[in-house]
């Protein structure tokens, strides 16, 4: 599975500390994923960049903060082909 | 609802946003106290309305109403917030602040309520339930409310306090009359209690600190190494009492009443006590449904919110039961799905005075259920409850809940 996802490019995900209230929704729904700090309680993402199997659970916590504080993006090769063409003209 | 006097609405306020709603009072035969907000919303009454009673304050009924008085503190403050008005009102701290202010206390407690803070308190949560559970696991019956309920946070309350589980009962009466009562005098003289029980704790912490929440706050110090303000100190305390005893009290009422009712759902939790993550999943759900809160806030300046004309001072309340069970926001508001995957309550509150302690509320919740399922069996309500058990305000519940097994 993992052979047929990479051409897509990696899924990452970001967290908005701004936004952030430190619910810990989710460290419960996906502790592969995210942690809290020990001062605030915020969300820690540890590995942004996470593998195809853990992407239904990391949709789920994203779904489920409360704040809207998580954000999930796919990093595409071809994106990142046509901005350094951009930059370069 | 009948009228026999309804206070005047002041004139900024159309008359086709008033609705008369006494949200202290549980109509006889209504067995859940939230049922008085859905009714509301039964009833088709405007989104955003005006009550006379108690003062006078605004309701919200949608979810995005509610989070927008959450979050928007511009106009939607937490300073001096009571309903009915109190006045003179302790400024909490740090829940009567609005940011960045508030930082100053928040970042104080923060650290003490953060999901790595609970997991350290995990062992005695769990040895605590275990033992007043084992009090009346072999008598087949018992008051949920008073021998388990109230006791349970209350006695924890004082253990992370740094205060002799001797003075349980007196703690519980200052917590009953500062949320049940609505006479003027009586609730006076109850902050009056509380603060002179606080003072006195704070001042034998400063001399002896320990290693206990009091302790922490009381020998803290701001950020250019001051010690901080008694009063704000004093305040502090006062949050953490009022915010950490009923709501988990009542919270925990809801869910057991549930449980007993709903031999189907005992039976989910008890299939999923070797499964914890499935098991705090069924709990938020539980969350969701049993919210007992209706949080006060305070307008800090005339405006127009959505093309209703606000006035300074005025009160809003939001329904934490309201936002929960809105159709555009919930799938199946009304349906108590335990494996629901998307569910973003707000039982806690959301913005920047989310709950400091609800990982420890939800804690609480989750140890004492699994606990009670590994030593109760299958659990009822008992024929005799009490009469009129029910109560509405700031905190919704019930003061008697009889159940046997």
């Not at chain 2, 026999?4 to 159309?14: E, G, W, Y």
Request: aromatic share 10%; hydrophobic share 40%; charged share 25%.
């Amino acid at each position: 599975m993992s052979h047929d996802a990479e051409p897509q490019g990696a899924l990452t995900v970001v967290a908005n500390l701004d936004l952030c209230q430190g619910h810990a929704r989710c460290e419960d729904l996906c502790p592969q994923v995210f942690a809290t700090d020990a001062v605030e309680g915020k969300v820690v993402v540890a590995n942004p960049t996470f593998p195809p199997e853990l992407e239904e659970k990391v949709r789920l916590a994203v779904r489920n903060c409360p704040e809207g504080a998580l954000r999930i993006s796919r990093q595409r090769p071809a994106d990142v082909d046509s901005a350094s063409k951009g930059t370069g003209a | 609802m009948t009228l026999h006097f309804q206070p005047p609405a002041p004139d900024h306020v159309p008359a086709d946003r008033i609705v008369d709603f006494d949200f202290f009072k549980i109509p006889d035969g209504v067995s859940d106290p939230a049922e008085i907000w859905h009714d509301l919303v039964r009833r088709g009454v405007p989104k955003i309305f005006y009550t006379p009673r108690n003062g006078g304050h605004w309701v919200f009924l949608d979810y995005a109403d509610i989070v927008e008085g959450y979050r928007n503190y511009s106009i939607f403050s937490t300073y001096q917030t009571p309903i009915p008005p109190i006045e003179p009102f302790p400024v909490v701290q740090p829940q009567g602040v609005d940011p960045p202010e508030h930082k100053v206390f928040r970042s104080l407690l923060a650290p003490m309520f953060t999901p790595v803070a609970v997991r350290g308190m995990t062992a005695e949560i769990q040895r605590r339930a275990i033992a007043l559970i084992e009090g009346f696991a072999d008598t087949g019956e018992c008051d949920f409310i008073t021998q388990y309920a109230e006791r349970f946070p209350t006695a924890l309350f004082l253990y992370l306090f740094g205060l002799a589980e001797s003075r349980l009962d007196e703690f519980l009466d200052l917590a009953n009359v500062f949320f049940r009562s609505t006479d003027p005098d009586a609730r006076s003289k109850n902050i009056v209690e509380i603060y002179a029980v606080l003072d006195a704790l704070f001042h034998e912490k400063q001399a002896h600190p320990g290693s206990d929440i009091a302790s922490a706050v009381v020998t803290s110090r701001g950020a250019q190494g001051q010690p901080h303000d008694w009063t704000d100190i004093l305040n502090c305390g006062f949050l953490l009492f009022v915010a950490g005893l009923d709501t988990v009290t009542n919270t925990m009422a809801y869910i057991w009443r549930y449980l007993a009712t709903n031999q189907d759902a005992q039976q989910h939790f008890r299939d999923r006590l070797d499964d914890p993550d499935a098991f705090l999943l069924a709990i938020e759900e539980l969350m969701r449904i049993n919210a007992v809160s209706n949080i006060y806030r305070r307008v800090t300046h005339d405006c127009d919110y959505k093309g209703v004309r606000l006035r300074q001072n005025d009160r809003v309340i939001l329904s934490n039961t309201l936002a929960n069970r809105d159709p555009k926001v919930f799938d199946r508001p009304d349906v108590i799905d335990l494996d629901r995957a998307v569910n973003v309550h707000v039982t806690f509150g959301v913005g920047p005075h989310r709950c400091v302690g609800s990982h420890l509320a939800k804690r609480q919740v989750m140890v004492s259920m699994q606990e009670w399922l590994k030593r109760i069996p299958r659990f009822e309500l008992a024929a005799d409850q009490p009469e009129h058990s029910v109560f509405g305000g700031s905190v919704m519940g019930f003061t008697g809940l009889k159940l046997r097994w």
